[in-house]
Every structure is written in structure tokens, then in C-alpha cells.
């Protein structure tokens, strides 16, 4: 089965859980790809059938760069369909934020709102992503089993 991972990240927290995610799948037998979502249209999201999204939110509640256009897309995606589509989302944050992890709570959200598949509940972290994480991926893997 497919999993692709898709991270988005301003100082590299994200893209290494992404990057483990597929290490571990990929040790169960999933077929699994890392993507930088700076690569990833919503259109090309659309097309995909599993997905886990890893996420941090930066300056005041914002995307981090390299998401920022495909967060900017999914806003209003309504052109698109994602029926076909599973996903998961772990969201990186810091709680004395007032926006606290809003970049991976908006992905979750819409892409539910048009049509997608959540398979897990929203997983959010504070500074203890690295805690959080192989609870995490091993739900996933149970889910997608
Ligand atoms: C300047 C700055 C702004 C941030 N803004 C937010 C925020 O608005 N909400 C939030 O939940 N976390 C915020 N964070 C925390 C980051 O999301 C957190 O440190 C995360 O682990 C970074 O992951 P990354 O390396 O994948 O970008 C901010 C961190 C910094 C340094």
C-alpha cells in the first residue's frame, strides 16, 4: 500500500519525523514517500490515496514556508475532490502560542470539509513531538493494516 508523507517545516522538525515515518513504514511494507509540500499542489494531493501530513505553525498562526502554498490552495479547494483520499495529521506547535498548532488543525479540517477521509483523530504535540511520535506512527500503521 501507498503512504505518502508530506511535512511542513521552517527548522527541520517536521521533515525529520516525516522522514522517520518512513523508516518505520517502510519496515512494516508500506510503499512509503517523503514530500516537501512546496512540491505538492492541491491538485496533486487530490490524487493521492493515503497521506499523513506532518506540520508545524510559525510566526503569528502561519504556515510555515514551504507549506504556504498548498495551505493557501486548500483554503478553498472546493473545485477539487479528495473522496479518495486518507489521511492523518500530527500537528507541531508550542501551547503558549495563541494559535497553537492552527496550520495542521486547518489541514485537518479542510481537507474533511472537502471530502477526504480522516482516519485518525488529529494528533497535536507540543515540545514533546519526539514523545508523541511513535504512538503515533503506530496507529497509523495499525489503521492502514
Ligand atoms: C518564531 C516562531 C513562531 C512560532 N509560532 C507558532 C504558532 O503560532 N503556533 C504554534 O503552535 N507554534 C508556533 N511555533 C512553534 C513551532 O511550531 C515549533 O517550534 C515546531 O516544533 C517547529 O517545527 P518545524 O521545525 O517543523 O518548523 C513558533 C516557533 C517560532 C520559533
Redesign the pocket.
Given at each position: 500500500m501507498e503512504i505518502k508523507v508530506l511535512y511542513g517545516?521552517?527548522?527541520?522538525?517536521?521533515?525529520s519525523l516525516a522522514k522517520e515515518a518512513k523508516v518505520k513504514l517502510t519496515a512494516s511494507g508500506f510503499d512509503t514517500e517523503v514530500l516537501d509540500m512546496k512540491d505538492v499542489s492541491a491538485k496533486k494531493l487530490s490524487g493521492f490515496k493515503n497521506v499523513l501530513i506532518i506540520t508545524?505553525?510559525?510566526?503569528?498562526?502561519e504556515p510555515?514556508d514551504n507549506a504556504e502554498n498548498l495551505y493557501n490552495e486548500l483554503k478553498d479547494a472546493s473545485g477539487l475532490d479528495f473522496s479518495n483520499l486518507n489521511y492523518a495529521v500530527l500537528a507541531?506547535?508550542?501551547s503558549f502560542?495563541e494559535?497553537?498548532?492552527?496550520t495542521g488543525k486547518d489541514f485537518d479540517e479542510w481537507l474533511e470539509k472537502y471530502g477526504a477521509k480522516r482516519i485518525l483523530p488529529i494528533q497535536l504535540s507540543d515540545d514533546d513531538?519526539n514523545d508523541i511520535f511513535p504512538e503515533w506512527i503506530q496507529k497509523v500503521q495499525k489503521t492502514f493494516n
Open positions: 517545516t521552517e527548522t527541520g522538525n517536521s521533515e508545524s505553525t510559525w510566526g503569528d498562526g510555515p507541531l506547535g508550542q502560542y494559535h497553537f498548532c492552527k513531538f
